[in-house]
């Protein structure tokens, strides 16, 4: 293996591994959003939505908000990094035409999409957001429900 071979592969594993660290980091936090919103929630559930609960209320909307930004954000990154990945990827390919990478990479997605037709549509990174976004529109019905 060449020199450039090898320094293709460094760079490409490097991406890789950064791309799962920020999906590491996404599922840290959402597991750290989560176990605040259940203790916020309960607290609530325990107690009533009343003015005494409302900062505990509004502190839900925000993390809900902050989860779903932060989120995306991680998102964003694991994207980057994953484009950045396959751009080493077509660098080796153009180093060693008969690697073929992109048919591989063709044939393994035919068999999945043809094993998973409609859960293949469905951006995991929007299920997660949803989740943060839920944990918000919880939080606000807690206010308007506290403030009644």
Same mark, same amino acid.
């Given at each position: 293996?060449?020199?450039?071979?090898?320094?293709?592969?460094?760079?490409?594993?490097?991406?890789?591994?950064?791309?799962?660290?920020?999906?590491?980091?996404?599922?840290?936090?959402?597991?750290?959003?989560?176990?605040?919103?259940?203790?916020g929630?309960?607290?609530?559930?325990?107690?009533?939505?009343?003015s005494?609960?409302?900062?505990?209320?509004?502190?839900?909307?925000?993390?809900?908000?902050?989860? @779903? !930004? +932060?989120?995306?954000? *991680? /998102?964003?990154?694991?994207r &980057?990094?994953?484009?950045?990945?396959a #751009?080493? @990827? !077509? +660098?080796m390919?153009? *180093? /060693?035409?008969?690697?073929? &990478?992109?048919?591989?990479?063709?044939? #393994?997605?035919?068999?999945h999409?043809?094993q998973?037709?409609?859960?293949?549509?469905?951006?995991?990174?929007?299920?997660?957001?949803?989740?943060?976004?839920?944990?918000?529109?919880g939080?606000?019905?807690?206010?308007?429900?506290?403030?009644?």
């Open positions: 293996m060449s020199s450039s071979d090898e320094l293709l592969i460094t760079f490409w594993e490097d991406q890789r591994r950064q791309a799962q660290r920020s999906e590491d980091q996404r599922a840290v936090f959402a597991n750290i959003v989560l176990t605040i919103s259940a203790i929630f309960g607290f609530i559930a325990q107690n009533g939505a009343t005494a609960t409302l900062p505990i209320s509004c502190g839900l909307v925000l993390l809900g908000l902050y989860g @779903a !930004v +932060a989120s995306a954000k *991680l /998102h964003e990154r694991y &980057l990094h994953m484009r950045q990945s #751009g080493f @990827a !077509v +660098a390919e153009e *180093l /060693h035409p008969g690697l073929d &990478l992109e048919a591989a990479r063709r044939r #393994g997605r035919d068999i999409d043809k998973h037709p409609w859960l293949r549509r469905i951006r995991l990174n929007l299920i997660w957001v949803s989740l943060h976004l839920s944990i918000s529109a939080g606000a019905i807690l206010v308007v429900v506290s403030l009644r």
